[in-house]
């Protein structure tokens, strides 16, 4: 799949399970935890260079919970925050490295 596809909560659910068949992240379960529903969520680009996927609440949920999740483009593994920050760093250094 081109990393300029244009994506759907429904096709990052359908790449995330195709990649992850043990994953849990859109079981039924989970998102009935959460109080979620396919239709509360976007997906927009994120991260440096556009590498990861950002899937986000359109409306809070459950306990006003309303965190984004992220997904690796590539593996379209779970990234979390603290590994998005250190590719927000990495990213920032090589462009001041450059100048």
Same mark, same amino acid.
């Given at each position: 799949m081109s990393k300029s596809f244009y994506m759907t909560a429904s096709n #990052?659910? =359908? *790449?995330? #399970? $195709?990649?992850?068949?043990?994953?849990?992240f859109f079981t039924r379960a989970t998102m009935k935890f959460f109080g979620d529903?396919?239709?509360? +969520?976007? !997906?927009?680009?994120?991260?440096?260079d556009d590498q990861f996927w950002e899937l986000y609440r359109k409306r809070p !949920?459950?306990?006003?919970? =309303?965190s984004s999740a992220y997904f690796?483009? *590539?593996t379209?593994?779970?990234v +979390? $925050?603290?590994e998005l920050q250190a590719s927000?760093? =990495?990213?920032? $250094?090589?462009?001041? =490295?450059s100048s």
């Open positions: #990052l659910k =359908q *790449e995330y #399970l $195709e990649h992850n068949p043990g994953g849990f529903t396919m239709r509360n +969520y976007g !997906v927009r680009s994120a991260g440096g !949920v459950r306990n006003g919970h =309303q690796c483009k *590539e379209f593994r779970r +979390y $925050e603290w927000f760093k =990495q990213d920032n $250094e090589e462009t001041s =490295q």
